[in-house]
Nanobody
Framework: VQLQASGGGLVQAGGSLRLSCATS????????MAWYRQVPGKQRELVAQIAAGGSTNYTDSVKGRFTISRDDAKNTLYLQMNILKPEDSAVYYC??????????????????????WGQGTQVTVSS
């Protein structure tokens, strides 16, 4: 699975950006996807996630401002970010979690969840 995030940039507070994450590999529609963000010196934070069926979940700080969506026909994940705040500034990463049976030379007959990450896209919100 390969993930290619795009759409970041510099925007003033109150503005909007739309992030995209193009995903390679099969069965995109069958698995959950998510957006995370990270600022230097802090742990990566879950921003929003979307299940295969389309149900969504958001961290409290972005509820009502961000919308995660997916286009299964295009194998693409989106994050619409409105009313941006300076504290939203971070590198944003798209995430795909898939079950795998082989990892680091070991075989897991019942499968384990493995996280795939895109390269990240920088979002900077000026005050």
């Amino acid at each position: 699975v390969q993930l290619q995030a795009s759409g970041g940039g510099l925007v003033q507070a109150g503005g909007s950006l739309r992030l995209s994450c193009a995903t390679s590999g099969s069965a995109f529609s069958l698995y959950p996807m998510a957006w995370y963000r990270q600022v230097p010196g802090k742990q990566r934070e879950l921003v929003a996630q979307i299940a295969a069926g389309g149900s969504t979940n958001y961290t409290d700080s972005v509820k009502g401002r961000f919308t995660i969506s997916r286009d299964d026909a295009k194998n693409t994940l989106y994050l619409q970010m409105n009313i941006l705040k300076p504290e939203d500034s971070a590198v944003y990463y798209c995430n795909a979690r898939r079950p795998i049976t082989h990892h680091n030379g070991k075989y897991y007959p019942h499968g384990i969840d493995f996280d795939y990450w895109g390269q990240g896209t920088q979002v900077t919100v000026s005050s």
